[in-house]
Each structure stands twice: as C-alpha cells, then as structure tokens.
C-alpha cells in the first residue's frame, strides 16, 4: 500500500470551472485548451508545456506521453473528452508534428511563469479564487480567500 503525503485539499469544483474557462478563454485559446486538459487528466505542467502536436492523435482521440516524460517514468495514453478533442485540435492546425501543442499564434511556447500568471489573473476575474499550486496540476488549485496562498504540493 502507498503512503500519500502533502495530501492536497481544496479541488477545483465543476460550477466554479465554466467561469475560469470562460476567463481563459478571453486570455487565448491556448490557456484555454491548457486550463481544460490540465482540468480533465491531472496532467502536470512540465507536460502540459512540452506537449508536442505528434503527440495528439486526433483521429484516435487520444493524448501520448512517452516514457521517460512523466513524474513516474510511466508512459501513458489518455482518451481524450470531447471538449478537449475539439480544443486541441483548434491549437495544434497548420502546426507540424515537432511543434508545441500550446503557443501563441507566432508559436512560441508559453512558459511556467507566464502561464501561472494568467491563470492567477483569469481566477482572479472569474471569482474563483484558485491559486495553482506549487505542483500545478488545475485539479488541485488551492483556494484563496482573497489573499495569495502558500501550499506545499508535489
């Protein structure tokens, strides 16, 4: 049996998700398409940013992350929801196979920083009031009681 430590508290609720996507959205379609993959599979931000376009099958619906990628080492193969189906298949058109998935239209990828800071400013907006944890990961945003939160989260 496992040990879970730094249990993490304070997920993102489905009502209070539609107004942040709808924040992100103002944002870019690329923090949109983050914030719902990040939202539906729990991915992490390393590989959410280095997510590749050849790793996007669209006629399987399904997301690839090679081994050697992930926290574990673990490669994976994630179904895509249709709603992140159809978000990332508007990210990654006219795109080639190397390319990141998340860019600006001129294709540069976006960082951490940058990406943290929309985020905190999209919830900020949208009245959720989520803060990414140091982990990242959107389901397990942090809630803020109107101040900045500290949480240790892997």
């Known amino acids: 049996m496992y040990k879970e430590s730094a249990v993490r508290t304070g997920f993102l609720e489905d009502a209070q998700y539609t107004p942040l996507a709808m924040e992100c959205s103002k944002v870019g379609l690329w923090l949109r398409a983050l914030l719902t993959t990040a939202y539906s599979f729990a ?3 390393g590989e959410l940013l280095s997510m590749r376009v050849k790793q996007i099958d669209l006629s399987a619906g399904t997301i690839r992350l090679e081994a ?3 926290k574990n080492g673990e490669g994976r193969v994630i179904v895509m929801t249709r709603e992140v189906a ?4 508007a990210c990654i058109i006219g ?3 190397d390319d990141f998935v998340f860019t ?3 294709k540069k990828r976006k960082d951490g920083t940058l990406v943290k800071a929309n985020l905190w400013r999209a919830s900020a907006k949208s009245g959720t009031r989520f803060a990414p944890a140091l982990g990242f ?3 397990c ?3 803020c009681a109107g101040a900045v939160c500290a949480t240790s989260a892997g």
Request: hydrophobic share 25%; with cysteine; proline share 9%.
């Open 104 to 106: 600006r239209p001129d």
């Open 95 to 97: 795109k080639q196979p």
């Open 137 to 139: 990961r959107v389901c």
């Open 86 to 89: 159809t978000l990332l298949t």
């Open 43 to 45: 991915f992490r931000k």
């Open 141 to 143: 945003f942090t809630i």
């Open 68 to 70: 050697g990628t992930t």
